[in-house]
Each structure stands twice: as C-alpha cells, then as structure tokens.
T-cell receptor
C-alpha cells in the first residue's frame, strides 16, 4: 500500500516569495492534516480536512497561508508571501475518518517538505 | 491550551540497555488516547505505540512499552534493549479526546542517542 506522498522534499526561497506544497494521502483516507514543524519542536497542526471540508484551521496564519483539498483527495498548502519564520518542515498526514470504527487514531505521515526562507 | 510536556530535551543510553522517555499531559477529558512517534533524521514520523485512557493494561509493542499512570497524567515510553537504530527524536502526542476530531497534539520531543 502506497504511503502519504509529498512534494517537493526541499525548497529554498527568498522572503516575500511564494511556495506551494502538495500532498497525496493514503487511498481511502478521508482525513488529511497539514502540520508545521519548526526545527527542534514538535509538529503543530495548521489545518485539518475531512473529505473536502475544513475541520480545524484555528492555527493557520490566514493572512499568508492557504490550503485546499478540492476533490477530497490530494491537497495543496500555499504560503504567500513567505517570512523568515516560515522556515520549517511541512508534514502532511492522513487517517481514516475520525468517526469510523476502524480508526485507531493513528496518523500516517509523509516524509515532509523542508522549507528554507532566506 | 491543553499541553503535552516532554521534559528531557536529550537523552543518552548505552546500546542494549533500557531507557525511559518521559511524557506528561494536561487534560480534563476522561476519554483520550496517547501516542508515541519516532522521527529519525530522514524526517518521517513513525508510529510506535498507542494507549487508550480506559485500557487497564499498559500497552506493549515489541521492545516498546508504555508506562501509563492515569492519576499522574503520565505516559512514559520504555525502550528495552536499545539498538543503534533507535537514535532519533521521539514525540508523545494526545488525541481521541472528547472533541475527537482526529488531530494529535504533540509534545516538543526528546532526542535519544544510543551509544555503541
């Protein structure tokens, strides 16, 4: 079974530029998460989708970050314009629907997209 | 905010010895789940073990066990017979709580180095 796919793995941009990250979850997983992990810290949830609807985006800096999951499968996270403090690894994760009986609560993560803002 | 606290930024252990990584959590929920993930230098988060708040026995998965003390709100990870490949960052997380939206809240992590 294919895991969570993310691209690009690495991206270097200058501040005020824009960047987009792509994620394709495990087939059949209704729930998709974007986490931000700053070096030396734990992952912090940015946004959570259930199918193509947003469940939680309370910690998404909406003035510069946006995310979409138009067809309820893959997702794109965009940052525009980037700031120095956005340098981090952006982790995508997926899971079965949280209401589903078979859901153990485990999130399945991709390898992450490492962003460096100069 | 309900927090997950990992008080050990870094730990060293000799190969083949056991090590305990600490985790405490803050919640007013009665029903919740506790998770441990491993993050090697490659960056991927690898699920290790899960403990439900109503589980009467401590969870075990191979060399991993979870020392769950509900009254103290602690969920320490015990790794037995450490191997060089265990060197990584380890995160404790809480989820499956009363809101149960599926998201996990992570601690700040503990870096484990296994010495040969």
């Amino acid at each position: 079974e294919a895991g969570v796919a993310q691209s690009p793995r690495y991206k270097i941009i200058e501040k005020r530029q824009s960047v987009a990250f792509w994620c394709n979850p495990i087939s059949g997983h209704a729930t998709l998460y974007w986490y931000q992990q700053i070096l030396g810290q734990g992952p912090k949830l940015l946004i959570q989708f259930q199918n193509n609807g947003v469940v939680d985006d309370s910690q998404l800096p909406k003035d510069r970050f946006s995310a979409e999951r138009l067809k309820g499968v893959d997702s794109t996270l965009k940052i525009q314009p980037a700031k120095l403090e956005d340098s981090a690894v952006y982790l995508c994760a997926s899971s079965l629907s949280y209401g589903e009986a078979a859901n153990t609560g485990e999130l399945f993560f991709g390898e992450g997209s490492r962003l460096t803002v100069l | 905010a309900q927090k997950i606290t990992q008080t050990q930024p870094g730990m060293f252990v000799q190969e083949k010895e056991a090590v305990t990584l600490d985790c405490t959590y803050d919640t007013s929920d009665q029903s919740y789940g506790l998770f441990w993930y491993k993050q090697p230098s490659s960056g991927e988060m690898i699920f290790l073990i899960y403990q439900g708040s109503y589980d009467e026995q401590n969870a075990t998965e191979g060399r991993y066990s979870l020392n769950f003390q509900k009254a103290r709100k602690s969920a320490n990870l015990v790794i037995s017979a450490s191997q060089l490949g265990d060197s990584a960052m380890y995160f404790c997380a809480r989820g499956k709580d009363s809101g149960n939206t599926g998201k996990l809240i992570f601690g700040q992590g503990t870096t484990l180095q296994v010495k040969p």
